[in-house]
């Protein structure tokens, strides 16, 4: 069974899916994409080999409604960019904690404007305090994410960037690197 996978990019070359090969290939046929990277890997019909497609671009520009982002904590680390909100430390997504900026203890919520992410020492160290009592800064304001790429996301799921793509993730460049050195 063939798992690659192949970046979808927008007719302005940023990265906006990740979809199966197959898919790829149906998109290449219908004149819709062109192929800017391929894998070494083939399929075969009868008739015809197709080198497996690992880049492609979508010819025409496509407009997309903007969607609400669903508050998670996968989207939390992916908002605050994978560090510590206190003391900017880079941190994993398992070794993370998310920390209440105003304690639930003194009627926070859990939303997008009072919910980042903490290293553990900074998160133990605020406790049930707000920052200021607590002798720590907030490096910035909580606030409801305009968008966060999906691409980002599945980045995380696959657990590894296809050389193929590196070029292609140039807007990506903080979530490459943290893929490329697990």
């Known amino acids: ?11 302005g070359y940023s990265p906006i899916s990740i979809i199966s090969w197959t898919r790829a290939i149906g998109l290449m046929w219908l004149g819709k994409v062109e192929v800017l990277e391929e894998y070494d890997r083939e399929v075969h ?3 015809i080999a197709v080198r497996l497609p ?12 903007r969607r609400r982002i669903r508050f998670s904590r996968q ?20 070794e993370c904690t998310f920390d209440h900026v ?3 203890v003194k009627g926070g919520r859990t939303c997008w404007t009072n919910v980042v992410l903490a290293c553990t020492t900074c998160n133990r160290k ?4 707000t920052p200021q009592a607590a002798g720590l800064r907030l490096y910035k304001k909580p606030k409801i994410p305009s968008h966060i790429p999906y691409v980002v996301f599945k980045l995380h ?8 793509w590196r070029d292609h993730l140039a807007s990506l460049e903080y979530w490459t690197a943290t893929l490329a050195s697990s």
């Open 126 to 129: 605020k406790g049930a305090q």
């Open 1 to 11: 069974m063939i798992d690659e996978k192949t970046l979808l990019l927008d007719a």
């Open 102 to 104: 105003i304690p639930r």
């Open 54 to 65: 690992a880049v492609v671009r979508l010819i025409s520009r496509i407009v997309r409604p």
């Open 75 to 94: 989207n939390i680390f992916l908002r605050d960019n994978g560090k510590c909100q206190y003391c900017r430390r880079k941190v994993t997504l398992a």
């Open 157 to 164: 799921q696959l657990g590894h960037v296809p050389t193929q």
């Open 45 to 47: 019909s009868p008739s």
